[in-house]
């Protein structure tokens, strides 16, 4: 389980101009349920999912995973985690086994739990063929298939996975959404943060749609409809967002009356 | 930390590396190759083109002007002479003639009798040899001639005392014979020792340089960085494990230097010299050299691994590592010049110190309190530069710098690239080269006006004419601002306090790095000028530099390093700021400075703050200089241009409750804002 709490993130903090990349956000992912991040480029969901994942650290607020507080228990957190990003590589000189258990050992995996978790994976992800050969010389779905299974090498209860198809096509991708879809069935608590619509609607029980840094709304895509009145995605989202830009207009507008 | 996470870690970097072909050439293969082959083939080609040009004859015109019996005779010796054959005369041949017979190379040597004259009854002929000296052929042919005229000149006196009838004996006064008592291997750890330091220093940054910029910059680059940050291994662990592969493969590459290098000479030697010198290399001091190198090679590694963890890439990496090389290795080439010495100075220079003890131990020539101190020193810089490492990869900005490569132009479009470190860096190397050639040529020619001319032109016109082309505005960019008067006084309570500090630091510095006394006099009459009046003074070496100097650094370089945060925007300021006043001995006085008007010019937000304070410190200086010696209690304080040690302590004291005083009055500021 995540839970999420005024969690917010300054960069520039020091130049006097600092850039609120995340302000202020509130949201909760639940045993066995699918969160999407959803907001547009530069919306904070980057910022976001390392903040969770302890890459980076929040200026204010915190969040807990599996009840361990990102800010006093990272080791903890991180060993309860898996993280997969669109751009995270491998080491290519090195054999897909090897890269998995590299990162099997960075978890205080057993060596024997490792071997176990190896095979039961290449029996799931079908990468039996290619786990002696180097990195280098495998396609980018063998790679993705590498990647997912150096991320869940210590069967995370939590996994986060940052813009995970972006960059990749169609047939790639789909090993993805299968992949986050099996982690549900297996009660893993999942964040999924992309820009396109279409994904989020396809594998999202829960939406969260930020902007600027700032939760816009969130609720399974009935209630977001129902709260708006619209059918299509694009426009639940652009109805949000004039929502805020609205709302500050007014505020701004009363704080020069009160001046 | 968890070392078996360091080992895991460790592990898999040696065996990444290893799989990867660059890194087994550069450190490996090439110095099991590279000594063998280069010294080989360079010994075997050195001696047979020695003999090849020893074997030929050289061509020689001779040029006679005297023509009488004897300079036949001269020519005739010529002639006679091995492995020198004399062209035909030519007619019509004068001096230019003869440069362009040797710049043709159709002779080697033109040799020219010019005159006769008499001197005390005896003739006395003049002859000139003209030969190119970048020639090996025409160097050559000098030397026979010599041998060849020295022969006949000695054949000539010997006619000259026949005649008077004096024995030839007559002439031997002195007899001189050289002993050498440095045995062979000295000579050999001589020759060696020169030139050995730098080449295991460049080697040693070298060889780490290439795994280092793979290890972090690498892994930003392929996107595995984010991966292993997230993994359970904490961030020191990796950065020890990363350290650890670097020592090892730039270790490695070391002693695999080092071996081979022993082997080649070893050979060289036993083929190239003559049975009678007994070869000895000193495996000894190899092996204690060996034992020296692995602090470098750790300060080498940290250093090293913190560029690669401040890269974004590593190209970056690579380009980054580039200054550090060359300066590293110009410092190194010291044990190949002639005069310096191992003193306790130089002793605590990083890399200097180590190029000097190897020289020395080479020579057999040291003491145990050297390597310690070299060995101390050392890891102390170890440790910081560990440190930095560390920090660097728990700095998020460091980290994840954003990718988007800035762009280099300040004109055009990008006009607001102006106040950025990098267009900051230009203008000042631009300010730099400006003072150095035009700024000092004008001070030269004339003083006062020199002064002024760069003060306004070279220092304040660029970052004005910059400012208005990029139409930002100056004044409010640069904090032309008002601020508390409390401001004003604390800086003036702190100025008198500050200089005694900087002037003991100076001190302290004189008494590790001897300073030249010719060096203090110079700095002393620049600063105290007799022919003019104490206003002039005041303008020149107070008010103007005050002013534009502070224009230049706490106004645009200050804030164009604000982005960098606080202390990093201070620092870098007034370490440019020290850079810029061209004085190696002040450097670290004027960079405190420096520090001290960044930190008022920051926590005030008005440059009008700190060009008070330079404007202070510097008429300070006028004024001890020129008056000091009228105020009364002086000589308890100063003697011979030194003051007390113990004036530390009361200048600390009231400088440290400045700070307190000013750092109240601007907290309160904040709030305020």
């Known amino acids: ?259 | 930390m968890n070392w078996q996470k360091i080992l895991i870690i460790f592990r898999k970097e040696l065996l990444d590396l290893f799989r990867d072909k660059r890194t087994i050439i550069t450190s490996f293969v090439l110095p099991i190759v590279l000594y063998p082959f280069i010294m080989i083939a360079f010994s075997s080609m050195m001696t047979r083109q020695e003999l090849k040009l020893e074997k030929q004859d050289v061509l020689v015109y001779f040029h006679d002007t005297v023509s009488d019996e004897q300079t036949h005779r001269i020519r005739n010796a010529l002639e006679d002479a091995e492995k020198i054959q004399v062209m035909e005369p030519l007619n019509g041949y004068d001096a230019e003639s003869f440069l362009q017979l040797i710049n043709e190379k159709s002779v080697q040597a033109v040799v020219e009798v010019q005159d006769s004259v008499n001197a005390s009854g005896y003739t006395v002929y003049k002859v000139k040899v003209i030969y190119n000296k970048t020639d090996d052929k025409s160097d050559m042919a000098l030397g026979r001639v010599e041998n060849a005229l020295e022969e006949l000149e000695s054949e000539f006196v010997g006619e000259r005392l026949e005649a008077i009838d004096a024995s030839r004996d007559m002439l031997d006064a002195v007899d001189v014979a050289e002993e050498n008592i440095a045995p062979p291997s000295k000579m050999l750890g001589f020759t060696i020792g020169k030139f050995l330091p730098y080449l295991l220093i460049m080697l040693t940054i070298s060889s780490g340089a290439v795994v280092a910029s793979d290890l972090v910059a690498g892994e930003k680059e392929r996107g595995t960085l984010e991966t292993i940050l997230v993994s359970a291994a904490r961030r020191n662990e990796l950065v020890v494990g990363k350290y650890l592969t670097i020592i090892t493969i730039s270790g490695i590459s070391v002693l695999l230097n080092l071996f081979s290098m022993y082997l080649s000479f070893h050979y060289i030697f036993s083929q190239a010299v003559s049975s009678d010198v007994q070869v000895n290399l000193p495996i000894a001091n190899f092996a204690l050299i060996l034992v020296l190198m692995i602090p470098l090679l750790t300060l080498f590694s940290a250093i090293l691994l913190s560029i690669s963890t401040y890269a974004r890439n590593t190209k970056e990496a690579n380009s980054y590592q580039m200054p550090v090389m060359m300066s590293a290795m110009i410092v190194a080439m010291i044990s190949m010049l002639p005069g310096f010495e191992l003193t306790p100075g130089f002793a605590l220079i990083p890399v200097v110190n180590i190029s000097l003890l190897i020289r020395n131990i080479m020579l057999s020539n040291f003491t145990w309190l050297n390597v310690a101190i070299v060995m101390g020193s050392t890891v102390i810089l170890d440790v910081i530069a560990v440190g930095i490492s560390v920090k660097l990869f728990n700095t998020e900005g460091v980290l994840f710098r954003t990718s988007d490569e800035q762009s280099l132009k300040f004109w055009g479009k990008e006009k607001a690239n102006v106040l950025t470190p990098q267009t900051a860096l230009l203008v000042f190397f631009f300010v730099f080269i400006l003072l150095f050639y035009v700024g000092g040529k004008w001070q030269t020619a004339d003083f006062v006006s020199g002064i002024i001319k760069s003060q306004l032109l070279l220092i304040v016109l660029p970052v004005i004419l910059l400012m208005r082309i990029a139409k930002l505005n100056y004044r409010k960019t640069f904090g032309f601002v008002g601020t508390k008067p409390a401001n004003f006084v604390v800086t003036l309570l702190a100025s008198l306090p500050l200089l005694v500090i900087v002037m003991q630091l100076f001190q302290f510095i004189d008494l590790i790095f001897p300073v030249p006394k010719s060096y203090i006099e110079a700095m002393n009459n620049l600063v105290i000028m007799d022919d003019i009046s104490i206003w002039t003074n005041l303008l020149l070496i107070a008010v103007l530099p005050g002013l534009c100097e502070e224009f230049l650094f706490r106004g645009y370089i200050l804030n164009s390093f604000r982005k960098m945060g606080k202390w990093p925007a201070i620092i870098i300021t007034g370490l440019l700021f020290a850079v810029l006043h061209m004085s190696p001995f002040k450097l670290v006085p004027t960079a405190i400075l420096g520090f001290w008007m960044g930190y008022l010019a920051w926590e005030t937000g008005s440059i009008f703050v700190p060009m008070f304070a330079h404007f202070l410190n510097n008429s300070l200086s006028v004024l001890i200089g020129k008056f000091g010696d009228q105020i009364p209690f002086m000589d308890a304080i100063s003697k011979d241009d030194r003051i007390a040690s113990w004036l530390i302590l009361p200048a600390g004291i009231i400088f440290y409750f400045c700070l307190v005083w000013f750092k109240k009055i601007n907290t309160q500021r904040e709030i305020e804002v």
Request: proline share 3%.
């Open chain 1, 1 to 259: 389980m995540i839970q999420v709490e005024n969690l917010t993130k300054i960069f520039d903090q020091k130049s006097g101009n600092p850039f609120y990349a995340v302000d202020e956000l509130n949201f909760t992912v639940n045993k066995g349920e699918i969160v999407v991040l959803l907001g547009v480029n530069g919306a904070g969901k980057t910022t976001t999912m390392r903040m969770l994942s302890t890459i980076l650290r929040p200026d204010s607020g915190t969040a807990t995973i599996e009840g361990y507080d990102i800010l006093t228990q990272p080791r903890e957190v991180r060993a309860h985690l898996g993280f997969l990003s669109g751009d995270t590589g491998l080491y290519g000189r090195l054999t897909a086994r090897e890269v998995i258990t590299y990162f099997g050992r960075l978890y205080d995996v057993s060596p024997a739990g490792i071997k176990a978790r190896i095979a039961h994976m290449a029996d799931l992800l079908d990468m039996h063929e290619f786990l002696d050969r180097k990195v280098d010389l495998l396609s980018t779905g063998m790679k993705q298939k590498v990647s997912i299974a150096r991320s869940i090498i210590h069967d995370p209860p939590v996994m986060i996975f940052d813009e995970p198809t972006s960059g990749l096509d169609i047939l790639t991708a789909k090993n993805i959404v299968t992949f986050i879809h099996r982690c549900r069935e297996e009660g893993k608590c999942v964040v999924f943060s992309t820009h396109i619509m279409r994904e989020a609607e396809r594998i999202a029980d829960r939406i969260v749609m930020i902007h600027q840094g700032k939760l816009l709304a969130q609720g399974s895509w009935e209630e977001l409809r129902e709260e708006t009145g619209l059918r299509d995605l694009d426009d639940i989202f652009i109805y949000f967002v004039e929502k805020i830009v609205e709302e500050a207009s007014d505020e701004l507008a009363e704080n020069t009356d009160n001046l």
